[in-house]
């Protein structure tokens, strides 16, 4: 009977169990805090007022029909027992009212206050070795089963309908600690909304581990609404550039900013006049609509009930990182285009102000060391998202209240490599880089961005480049600065938060001579960063609207090494042609080919033919006409050029020879002249061979005694039926006392048809009386001369 009593209360309860399962349907399991681990009470603390929340988080819910369901666990399925140090307060606020706020601990230990007795949220499991300094350090999760209380019910306290509720986690003294805190409802979360804090676990200065160095602080950890704070030392200490005060401990608490607040209200007369604040869409202003998020980050360093951003651990380097994590609407940066002037682009920032700044003018907390930098500066180094926004900065300290933005106008920088050819190519391995960064100057804009009358444009402060393989550009990440990066500083110093304007923003201009170890292709990457901190980035969204950040690059091609051409081929090979040797006769047909090559830029030019550059690294055959239209000599040059500027080249002389011509020459003058008289020399050249001669040239070089007065020359072409004088066929000059007649071309003389050049040349006899004057001229021309024994003629006169 007894065996059959049981079965029937197993029975019953199993039937109870599944009931109340289905009636609350799907729970949501809400993280409200991670665990915080056992340590001292800050100094101070105790019942009543000087009770201390170090945990606080208000919740938006939903909440359906009777029944409720909402239980508070450390484990997401609402099994877990709690752990708290020493209460749990609940408030909850309806449209009706607020109630609470009400330790909601059940079943732990209990305190004597003010106010009675109050149960706390653990027990003597806990009380006792944490009492005796065994627990300090550890972390709550591992002992929540025996030093916890059962879940805590809070389902009677909700009501349905959207209601507020708030958790708050309270230290009355001696120790201070937390398991991991859900909430496990059938109410669906509509977002949260501050002000909350989280508290974080202490840094020790010897061996921080891990979980020390990087603490996050989720105020918000539903799907579509997270909003998560995180403080990155790991990379400080691992740069061994980070002072930690033993025992320092973050806290970070937050609160909610209402967008169409933000432009007049917190950054007017800044560069960031123009910006919006970034919507998280899991905080929510108290009239429920989203709203942007204010966290501030501050430190105490063990029991102190001190809080501040100068606190937290120092570092060397600006290597600090905070980071934002956020689920929240899409947006888009675009450019902002000058009449008649250039494009400046926009990014996302992440503004650094003093704790406890509610807008406006700033000034840094001199503790902090940040006392003369302009306020708020702009820590922003890497955005992406979304799916999760996740925006990072870095700093070397917090101080310590950080605002999410986008829409910041950047700095526009220009690089100039000085010699660069088209395709980024240059034949040098130690170039000059010039830069120009200009701050962005809205006053032209129209129409008008809103905030632009209050916009003030911060001075540029330096511009940073480095250089890498193309292959390999590093990306911005919240670890920068690079170390191998160059930092170009403006020599016009920073105002300061009390002068903002002085000195006025203006162009900043540098140059810096690189060098690279080898030939190869490199970009540059660059960042100009002003005084209030936004550093020039490359904000990228795809076509799924998801953001990426990298640096703005330019490319540098290094290429030292000269191209080459290979050996001039001719289609014929020059011969011996009226008796010249190594020629090619008039009007010859000849080809001449060759190719190009070049390993690294790739060719431009090779001989006549062209090539984009970094296109062409081997040419190929490439044949062109060799010239022999005209006779002489003359060389056939093959110039090549590569994408960088080295070049080289192949050539072949030659000469082209015309038929050969037997040219004549007679030249006559008086016997006898006076001295002082004028007389004249008759010359003529003929052409006795077959082919007409071309260029044909007189050549008179007159002697001493005689002054030239005058020269006159024609070409006469006589037949049977007569005479005839071709016009403007022939002219004479004179110069350093040498006559010279010359004549295009000069037709073969034969029996019945004579072709002459006649030529004149008058003269003063200024030689003494008894000198015989002796004057020799001579003809040439472009042709061989079968005859050349006959192409000179003497004449000679007595002065008498």
Same mark, same amino acid.
């Not at 605002?403 to 490599?417: F, K, Q, W």
């Not at 040419?619 to 060799?626: S, Y």
């Not at 006076?674 to 077959?690: P, Q, V």
């Not at 037949?719 to 350093?736: K, M, Y």
């Given at each position: 009977?007894?065996?059959?009593?049981?079965?029937?209360?197993?029975?019953?309860?199993?039937?109870?169990?599944?009931?109340?399962?289905?009636?609350?349907?799907?729970?949501?399991?809400?993280?409200?805090?991670?665990?915080?681990?056992?340590?001292?009470?800050?100094?101070?603390?105790?019942?009543?007022?000087?009770?201390?929340?170090?945990?606080?988080?208000?919740?938006?819910?939903?909440?359906?029909?009777?029944?409720?369901?909402?239980?508070?666990?450390?484990?997401?399925?609402?099994?877990?027992?709690?752990?708290?140090?020493?209460?749990?307060?609940?408030?909850?606020?309806?449209?009706?009212?607020?109630?609470?706020?009400?330790?909601?601990?059940?079943?732990?230990?209990?305190?004597?206050?003010?106010?009675?007795?109050?149960?706390?949220?653990?027990?003597?499991?806990?009380?006792?070795?944490?009492?005796?300094?065994?627990?300090?350090?550890?972390?709550?999760?591992?002992?929540?089963?025996?030093?916890?209380?059962?879940?805590?019910?809070?389902?009677?306290?909700?009501?349905?309908?959207?209601?507020?509720?708030?958790?708050?986690?309270?230290?009355?003294?001696?120790?201070?600690?937390?398991?991991?805190?859900?909430?496990?409802?059938?109410?669906?979360?509509?977002?949260?909304?501050?002000?909350?804090?989280?508290?974080?676990?202490?840094?020790?200065?010897?061996?921080?581990?891990?979980?020390?160095?990087?603490?996050?602080?989720?105020?918000?950890?539903?799907?579509?609404?997270?909003?998560?704070?995180?403080?990155?030392?790991?990379?400080?200490?691992?740069?061994?550039?980070?002072?930690?005060?033993?025992?320092?401990?973050?806290?970070?608490?937050?609160?909610?900013?209402?967008?169409?607040?933000?432009?007049?209200?917190?950054?007017?007369?800044?560069?960031?006049?123009?910006?919006?604040?970034?919507?998280?869409?899991?905080?929510?202003?108290?009239?429920?609509?989203?709203?942007?998020?204010?966290?501030?980050?501050?430190?105490?360093?063990?029991?102190?009930?001190?809080?501040?951003?100068?606190?937290?651990?120092?570092?060397?380097?600006?290597?600090?990182?905070?980071?934002?994590?956020?689920?929240?609407?899409?947006?888009?940066?675009?450019?902002?285009?000058?009449?008649?002037?250039?494009?400046?682009?926009?990014?996302?920032?992440?503004?650094?102000?003093?704790?406890?700044?509610?807008?406006?003018?700033?000034?840094?907390?001199?503790?902090?060391?940040?006392?003369?930098?302009?306020?708020?500066?702009?820590?922003?180094?890497?955005?992406?998202?979304?799916?999760?926004?996740?925006?990072?900065?870095?700093?070397?300290?917090?101080?310590?209240?950080?605002?999410?933005?986008?829409?910041?106008?950047?700095?526009?920088?220009?690089?100039?490599?000085?010699?660069?050819?088209?395709?980024?190519?240059?034949?040098?391995?130690?170039?000059?880089?010039?830069?120009?960064?200009?701050?962005?100057?809205?006053?032209?804009?129209?129409?008008?961005?809103?905030?632009?009358?209050?916009?003030?444009?911060?001075?540029?402060?330096?511009?940073?480049?480095?250089?890498?393989?193309?292959?390999?550009?590093?990306?911005?990440?919240?670890?920068?600065?690079?170390? &191998?990066? /160059? =930092?170009? !500083?403006? %020599?016009?110093?920073?105002? @300061?938060?009390? *002068?903002?304007?002085?000195? $006025? #923003?203006?162009?900043?201009?540098?140059?810096?001579?690189?060098?690279?170890?080898?030939?190869?292709?490199?970009?540059?990457?660059?960042?100009?960063?002003?005084?209030?901190?936004?550093?020039?980035?490359?904000?990228?969204?795809?076509?799924?609207?998801?953001?990426?950040?990298?640096?703005?690059?330019?490319?540098?091609?290094?290429?030292?090494?000269?191209?080459?051409?290979?050996?001039?081929?001719?289609?014929?090979?020059?011969?011996?042609?009226?008796?010249?040797?190594?020629?090619?006769?008039?009007?010859?047909?000849?080809?001449?080919?060759?190719?190009?090559?070049?390993?690294?830029?790739?060719?431009?030019?090779?001989?006549?033919?062209?090539?984009?550059?970094?296109?062409?690294?081997?040419?190929?055959?490439? &044949?062109? /006409? =060799?010239? !022999?239209? %005209?006779?002489?000599?003359? @060389?056939?040059? *093959?110039?090549?050029?590569? $994408? #960088?500027?080295?070049?080289?080249?192949?050539?072949?002389?030659?000469?082209?020879?015309?038929?050969?011509?037997?040219?004549?020459?007679?030249?006559?003058?008086?016997?006898?002249?006076?001295?002082?008289?004028?007389?004249?020399?008759?010359?003529?050249?003929?052409?006795?061979?077959?082919?007409?001669?071309?260029?044909?040239?007189?050549?008179?070089?007159?002697?001493?005694?005689?002054?030239?007065?005058?020269?006159?020359?024609?070409?006469?072409?006589?037949?049977?039926?007569?005479?005839?004088?071709?016009?403007?066929?022939?002219?004479?000059?004179?110069?350093?006392?040498?006559?010279?007649?010359?004549?295009?071309?000069?037709?073969?003389?034969?029996?019945?048809?004579?072709?002459?050049?006649?030529?004149?040349?008058?003269?003063?006899?200024?030689?003494?009386?008894?000198?015989?004057?002796?004057?020799? *001229?001579?003809?040439?021309? $472009?042709?061989?001369?079968?005859?050349?024994?006959?192409?000179?003629?003497?004449?000679?006169?007595?002065?008498?």
């Amino acid at each position: 009977m007894k065996s059959v009593s049981f079965l029937r209360i197993i029975v019953a309860v199993a039937c109870t169990v599944t009931a109340t399962s289905n009636m609350y349907a799907q729970t949501n399991s809400i993280l409200l805090f991670g665990p915080t681990n056992v340590r001292q009470s800050t100094n101070g603390t105790g019942f009543g007022a000087n009770q201390v929340v170090f945990n606080s988080s208000t919740l938006a819910l939903n909440c359906g029909s009777s029944p409720i369901r909402a239980v508070l666990s450390s484990t997401p399925d609402g099994t877990g027992n709690v752990l708290a140090d020493n209460f749990v307060n609940l408030t909850v606020t309806t449209s009706s009212g607020s109630s609470g706020p009400v330790n909601v601990c059940r079943g732990g230990s209990s305190d004597s206050t003010p106010d009675g007795i109050q149960l706390d949220c653990f027990t003597p499991g806990y009380q006792i070795p944490a009492g005796q300094g065994n627990l300090t350090g550890q972390n709550p999760d591992t002992f929540t089963s025996t030093g916890g209380v059962a879940p805590i019910d809070i389902s009677s306290s909700l009501q349905p309908g959207s209601i507020q509720i708030k958790i708050d986690l309270v230290d009355t003294g001696s120790f201070l600690a937390s398991s991991t805190l859900y909430l496990d409802t059938s109410c669906t979360q509509a977002g949260v909304t501050g002000p909350a804090k989280v508290t974080g676990n202490p840094i020790p200065q010897n061996n921080p581990p891990a979980s020390a160095l990087t603490q996050n602080f989720p105020f918000d950890s539903s799907t579509n609404q997270q909003v998560q704070f995180t403080y990155d030392l790991s990379v400080a200490q691992g740069a061994g550039s980070l002072a930690i005060t033993d025992g320092t401990i973050p806290n970070t608490a937050d609160l909610p900013i209402d967008p169409l607040s933000f432009q007049p209200v917190w950054v007017p007369g800044t560069s960031f006049a123009t910006s919006s604040c970034l919507i998280h869409t899991g905080e929510l202003l108290p009239n429920g609509q989203p709203a942007c998020k204010l966290f501030t980050l501050e430190c105490q360093v063990g029991a102190s009930s001190s809080e501040s951003g100068a606190f937290c651990p120092l570092s060397k380097l600006r290597n600090e990182i905070f980071e934002d994590i956020f689920d929240g609407p899409s947006f888009t940066l675009p450019d902002i285009t000058l009449p008649n002037g250039p494009t400046f682009h926009q990014g996302v920032g992440f503004l650094m102000a003093k704790e406890g700044w509610t807008g406006g003018p700033c000034i840094f907390d001199p503790a902090a060391g940040l006392g003369t930098e302009l306020c708020p500066q702009n820590l922003l180094t890497d955005f992406s998202g979304p799916g999760l926004y996740a925006l990072s900065g870095t700093g070397d300290h917090p101080n310590s209240t950080f605002i999410p933005v986008a829409g910041v106008p950047e700095d526009l920088t220009t690089v100039t490599v000085e010699g660069q050819h088209p395709g980024g190519w240059i034949n040098s391995q130690t170039p000059t880089v010039d830069f120009s960064s200009q701050p962005p100057d809205l006053s032209t804009l129209v129409p008008a961005l809103p905030g632009q009358s209050s916009f003030v444009p911060a001075p540029i402060q330096s511009i940073t480049y480095g250089t890498a393989l193309a292959s390999a550009v590093p990306q911005p990440s919240p670890k920068l600065p690079i170390a &191998t990066d /160059t =930092v170009l !500083t403006n %020599s016009v110093s920073c105002p @300061t938060s009390a *002068a903002p304007t002085t000195p $006025a #923003a203006s162009v900043f201009t540098a140059s810096s001579q690189i060098s690279f170890p080898t030939d190869g292709q490199y970009l540059l990457h660059y960042f100009a960063q002003d005084c209030a901190g936004t550093e020039e980035l490359k904000f990228t969204q795809d076509a799924n609207f998801s953001w990426s950040t990298s640096f703005y690059t330019v490319p540098i091609n290094i290429d030292t090494v000269a191209p080459t051409v290979s050996s001039l081929k001719f289609s014929l090979a020059p011969s011996t042609n009226s008796g010249v040797a190594n020629s090619y006769t008039l009007g010859e047909q000849v080809t001449v080919t060759y190719s190009c090559k070049d390993d690294r830029s790739g060719i431009v030019t090779c001989g006549t033919a062209t090539f984009a550059p970094g296109t062409t690294l081997n040419t190929g055959p490439i &044949t062109n /006409t =060799v010239d !022999t239209s %005209s006779p002489g000599i003359k @060389t056939f040059l *093959a110039n090549v050029v590569d $994408a #960088a500027g080295n070049h080289t080249s192949a050539s072949a002389t030659y000469q082209v020879v015309a038929p050969a011509v037997n040219l004549v020459i007679a030249k006559v003058a008086p016997l006898l002249v006076r001295h002082n008289d004028s007389f004249t020399y008759d010359i003529a050249a003929a052409n006795l061979g077959d082919t007409t001669a071309s260029k044909v040239v007189v050549t008179d070089p007159l002697p001493a005694g005689v002054t030239f007065l005058s020269a006159t020359a024609q070409v006469f072409a006589c037949d049977l039926r007569g005479c005839t004088i071709p016009s403007a066929n022939a002219h004479c000059s004179f110069a350093s006392n040498t006559v010279s007649c010359d004549a295009n071309t000069l037709a073969p003389s034969k029996l019945l048809r004579f072709s002459a050049l006649v030529i004149q040349i008058v003269v003063r006899a200024d030689a003494s009386k008894g000198t015989v004057i002796k004057n020799t *001229a001579s003809v040439s021309s $472009a042709n061989p001369d079968s005859h050349p024994g006959n192409n000179q003629s003497t004449a000679s006169t007595l002065v008498r």
